[in-house]
């Protein structure tokens, strides 16, 4: 009803049911969603499909193979969007992931009171699968690592490898600077405007860590006053 408090995280913990660990997430996907022979995409494998929860910004830096971004700018379009990703799929193995589970406890929740009756959500988000790969890699066997590009942190360093560089992962760049196309992951917000850019060290030079269309407003400004 109308009166009805909404859960905390917490309680939706407890009641969530739709978690897997990082080592049945890795067999998961690379039984479900990878082929097995040749480790080619293909997403609509065994009646399975896996969605990347998380913001536009964040599934550019880097994201799971195989994986079908939601392309949100904020959580609450996360709903609408998923429901039409999935639409028809309710026997389906849902596969969800986000950057540390938080999001998809009450995404999963919400496929499961649609009557979605096979969603599974990556318990610790891609920051315990990463470091699961790291704890259990060692230099004679390395496990193979599914996330490929930058998990987007909240936090000063805005992207990080996860400890990769310990296996010395070759994960590749997925993005290019948004103002000279060179290939570049450093994402940074805008001065101004705040608006999440991927920026290169030259770019963040001539534009002074601004976006473009900031950088140009603030060069029109300062050719009038002049």
């Known amino acids: ?30 039984n479900n969603i990878l082929s097995n022979n040749q ?4 997403n609509q ?19 799971f193979e195989g994986a079908i971004p939601l392309h949100t700018e904020t959580f609450k379009e996360s709903f609408e969007k998923l429901e039409k990703c999935v639409d028809g799929k309710q026997n389906d193995l849902i596969l969800l992931y986000c950057t540390g589970g938080i999001r998809c ?19 610790g988000g891609i920051y ?27 936090d000063k360093r805005m992207v990080s490898r996860g400890n990769m560089d310990r296996l010395n992962d070759q994960t590749p760049i997925l993005t290019t600077c948004n103002q000279c196309n060179s290939f570049c992951d450093h994402l940074i917000n805008c001065t101004i405007c705040n608006k999440k850019i991927i920026q290169c060290e030259n770019c963040a030079i001539t534009y002074k860590n601004n976006c473009s269309t900031c950088a140009n407003k603030n060069t029109l400004i300062h050719n009038n006053i002049n």
């Open 128 to 154: 315990g699968y990463l470091a699961w790969v790291v704890r259990n890699s060692t230099d004679i066997n390395s496990i193979p690592n599914l996330f490929i590009g930058r998990n987007v942190s909240f």
């Open 1 to 30: 009803s109308d009166n009805e408090q909404p859960l905390t995280y917490q309680q939706l913990l407890e009641l969530d049911k739709n978690s897997i660990d990082p080592d049945k997430w890795h067999q998961l996907i690379t």
């Open 39 to 42: 480790n080619q995409i293909q």
């Open 105 to 123: 406890v009450k995404l999963a929740s919400h496929l499961v009171s649609k009557g979605y009756n096979n969603v599974k959500r990556l318990e």
């Open 45 to 63: 494998k065994n009646n399975a499909i896996l969605i990347d929860c998380r913001n536009k910004f964040e599934s550019d830096v880097g994201r």
